[in-house]
């Protein structure tokens, strides 16, 4: 687990710290330092000044041993200080003050998705072939295959631009309330990102759902449960529900662990200031720090989420842990 | 697979009926973009190949839309259909002429005269020539029984035979009808810069054609050259042919003669032009700069198609290879895949397709060839994706493997190699082509995604960034409405493929995993 983190956060450190200033031909302390422009009386003064924050940030040193500063940095959440204008101070404060967003709204419409997938999908299961089996499966391979942009346009245009329902701009919006109407404003613009996000990932865990159900259904104990003269429901509920849920268990842990690293698009289109969003702001201003801060931040948590499906799927399989 | 096995596999799926919609679908795609230029005319990026915000043809069905018009030429080859008429000092006479291609290059539709205009007159100064005389005037009738346009083109095509003792001599456009009367250019001969040099006469460059186009919306030289009182307004089609009706469309020659002299002039005058921009164009109308959206669609499908299906095969040919491999294998080199793919795992995909797509787009190697960058996509989108499949193929090799006949082969003394080819492969076959169907639509989407993040990465015309722009202008250029042909199309046509890749690839899944069969 400490490798997989380790070799993450090498990979982290060429893509945000080596492939950029390669691909651009920058030097990355001109970056991070850049000289002052326009007419500068004391230059030698602020040569001397930018060598110090150069000398303090690492970058005068090789390659390979700002490579170990950086590590030592990472494992210790010093992730330095946001660059780029769109924001500034220390990353981790940015991180703490962002998180929160994504975290409402990601876990919220995915818990959502996973309980409604769930049950339309043993539903879907348990009435094969019939015609609200049917409905459903055509109607969630369709948000299936939608891509989540499209569906969030589309709400935005009829919902905001058109019917002004909801704020176009959701953190402007909420952002103007304090107090209880805070909550309020801000469960008014989580609106429209939450039924995007909750149509989007409804169709996976549906389909998963539904395929391991109809597996399940056809197993001997289930025809031995029926042959004792259980009831439908029964049958569905209490002994094939119980086996049916395990792999959608672990990819609800899984899905989990990539909660912070949030819808980048849906919360790009309503304006939602989670660290989705700021992934792609902080790209569009070169904000590397900060990227390079919340792909780490997502790999830890995925880690975190995938140790956690492991002894999940243990506590709750038998089978497993007996073996 | 034996060939009874195979044979029959084929036959249950073409008893599939949603498989055989998929294909149908995945089919008719590859076509469009295998047959793209065929199927349109137009370059996606060619702009005013109508009006803006044109609606499809078949939207003037609705009967919201029902009279936009098309685009509309109006003009006579025929003179007789012209009213000409002239001052004192002028003759005109028609002639028959032979028109060079060359002249005819700068239009962006066909428009064939044959019939000139022979116009000669000799003008002497006085107080009223001073500010110039029309010597010749052809005017030509037209009914417009649709909503006014936003845009239009209009000009002449004339050829200068000779000019003597010219102050200035220019050609004024002039458009009247139920909304007013409107002068819509003055275009001055002489301040046209020569293109070619044949001789001067009176400083203007005489015996060639001048292909005078004008427009209100187009950025052509020749708005350089618009006289002093041409009208540039945004969408001045709404003010010009704002009401239905007969309106009479105008050019006048109009000459200048030097001081205390009199002016010369002999001028072939083609029959103008005057040319709507039509509202409603097309299979999928047009953008806000009169795009061919219909171009831009099919286009479009082929980045769709071939990001998909490149991306897909690679990462079914690594995971396939790198799981049996591993499976096989044993020992270290599983494990050090194995790693390998538990890292690739944890790396959210797209946060580090857009990190990597950003980083490349700023490139100078990709920014001298964009579509470079599509290559560039199908690369990273296999590398992160086959250790999901790379996995599922290892453990159901390493069950196979431990199956009497591959254990039968080995004690034959079979080589790994041959054991992964002759009994390991032909069993995960299934798999492997279900997979290649289903992992194309994460590939479509993501693809689309990011065109719709970064719409400005490139010019190529790609579904997202269709989508992108439109949704642009949705949120900015409200005084147009919303451009729902604009926005619909590339995400029906998103969606319809990515299904149709997830349909097939039930189909074949169930096919080969008999356990997913109906009872």
């Known amino acids: 687990m400490i490798v997989v983190l380790v070799v993450v956060a090498a990979i982290n450190f060429f893509l945000f710290q080596i492939l950029p200033f390669y691909v651009l031909h920058v030097n990355p302390e001109q970056w991070f330092v850049p000289l002052p422009s326009g007419s500068v009386h004391n230059v030698a003064y602020i040569e001397k000044i930018r060598a110090q924050v150069i000398a303090a940030m690492g970058f005068n040193l090789p390659v390979y041993e700002r490579f170990f500063v950086y590590l030592r940095s990472m494992f210790t959440f010093n992730f330095g200080y946001n660059v780029g204008g769109a924001l500034s101070g220390p990353v981790i404060v940015t991180i703490e003050r962002f998180a929160p967003y994504t975290i409402l709204l990601l876990g919220s419409s995915t818990v959502a998705a996973y309980i409604v997938g769930i049950y339309l999908g043993v539903v879907s299961a348990a009435k094969r072939g019939q015609v609200a089996d049917v409905a459903s499966f055509t109607t969630l391979l369709f948000l299936y295959a939608m891509p989540s942009f499209w569906i969030g346009t589309l709400l935005l245009i009829f919902f905001a631009f058109s019917m002004k329902l909801f704020p176009i701009d959701a953190e402007a919006y909420f952002s103007s309330f304090h107090g209880i109407a805070f909550v309020g404003a801000l469960l008014k613009a989580m609106i429209l990102p939450f039924t995007s996000l909750l149509l989007v990932s409804i169709g996976g865990v549906y389909l998963i759902m539904r395929s391991t159900t109809i597996d399940v259904l056809s197993e001997d104990y289930i025809m031995m449960a029926r042959a004792k003269g259980l009831s439908n429901s029964a049958i569905l509920y209490k002994h094939a529900l119980r086996n049916a849920i395990l792999p959608i268990i672990t990819l609800f842990a899984i899905s989990m662990g990539f909660i912070l690293s949030g819808a980048v698009i849906t919360e790009t289109i309503f304006s939602w200031p989670g660290l989705g969003y700021w992934t792609f702001v902080a790209i569009e201003t070169l904000d590397f720090p900060l990227e390079q801060a919340i792909f780490f931040v997502i790999s830890i948590m995925v880690v975190a989420a995938n140790f956690i499906a492991d002894l999940l799927y243990g506590f709750l399989d038998p089978r497993i842990r007996a073996g | ?519």
């Open chain 2, 1 to 519: 697979m034996s060939w009874s096995s195979k044979h029959q596999g084929i036959s249950e799926f073409f008893h599939n009926k949603l498989g055989i919609t998929g294909l149908a679908i995945i089919v008719f795609f590859t076509f469009t973009a295998l047959c793209a230029p065929l199927l349109t005319s137009n370059s996606p990026n060619q702009i005013y190949v109508t009006g803006p915000w044109a609606v499809p043809q078949w939207a003037t069905a609705f009967p919201q839309y029902s009279d936009l018009p098309s685009n509309m030429l109006v003009t006579s080859a025929d003179l007789a259909n012209w009213r000409i008429t002239t001052a004192s000092s002028t003759q005109a006479t028609p002639q028959q002429v032979a028109l060079p291609a060359s002249a005819l290059n700068g239009l962006g539709f066909k428009f064939d005269p044959r019939e000139a205009l022979l116009i000669s007159s000799a003008v002497p100064y006085s107080a009223k020539t001073f500010s110039g005389e029309t010597v010749a005037s052809l005017s030509y009738n037209f009914t417009y029984e649709y909503k006014p346009p936003y845009d239009f083109t209009f000009g002449d095509i004339i050829y200068v035979a000779n000019v003597s003792n010219v102050a200035d001599f220019y050609f004024r456009f002039i458009l009247s009808g139920p909304s007013g009367t409107y002068k819509l250019t003055s275009y001055a001969i002489m301040s046209n810069s020569p293109v070619e040099v044949i001789s001067y006469r009176n400083g203007i460059p005489v015996g060639r054609w001048y292909d005078i186009s004008l427009s209100n919306v187009l950025p052509d030289a020749n708005t350089a050259a618009l006289g002093p009182s041409g009208s540039t307004a945004v969408d001045s089609g709404q003010i010009f042919l704002a009401k239905k009706g007969i309106y009479n469309y105008t050019v006048q020659l109009v000459i200048i003669p030097q001081q205390g002299e009199t002016a010369f002039v002999k001028v072939y005058m083609e029959p103008a032009y005057f040319h709507v921009l039509g509202r409603a164009y097309g299979l999928l109308g047009s953008d806000d700069k009169g795009r061919d959206l219909w171009s831009q669609f099919v286009y479009g499908s082929r980045i769709s198609i071939e990001v998909g299906l490149l991306a897909s095969a690679a990462t079914v040919i690594i995971g396939t290879f790198l799981g049996l491999f591993s499976a096989i294998e044993g020992g270290v080199l599983d494990e050090f895949w194995m790693r390998v793919a538990d890292v690739i795992l944890v790396l959210p995909f797209l946060p580090l397709a857009i990190v990597v797509l950003f980083v490349f787009t700023q490139s100078p190697v990709v920014q001298k060839d964009p579509s470079i960058l599509y290559i560039w996509l199908v690369v990273l989108f296999s590398v992160l994706s086959w250790p999901g499949l790379a996995r599922v193929i290892r453990s159901q090799a390493l069950s196979l493997k431990e199956r009497g006949y591959v254990e039968a082969a080995r004690a034959l003394g079979a080589g790994k190699l041959y054991i992964m080819n002759k009994h390991l492969l032909p069993n995960i076959m299934g798999l492997v082509y279900a997979n290649l169907a289903l992992s194309v639509p994460g590939f479509i989407l993501t693809e689309a995604s990011l065109d719709f993040l970064f719409p400005n990465a490139s010019t190529i015309p790609t579904w997202g960034r269709m989508i992108a722009k439109a949704y642009e202008h949705a949120a900015s250029a409200t005084a147009y409405g919303f451009g729902w042909w604009w926005f619909l199309f590339p995400g029906l046509a998103i969606v319809l493929l990515s299904l149709a890749f997830v349909l097939l690839g039930y189909a074949l899944d169930e096919i080969f995993n008999p356990r997913l069969r109906k009872r």
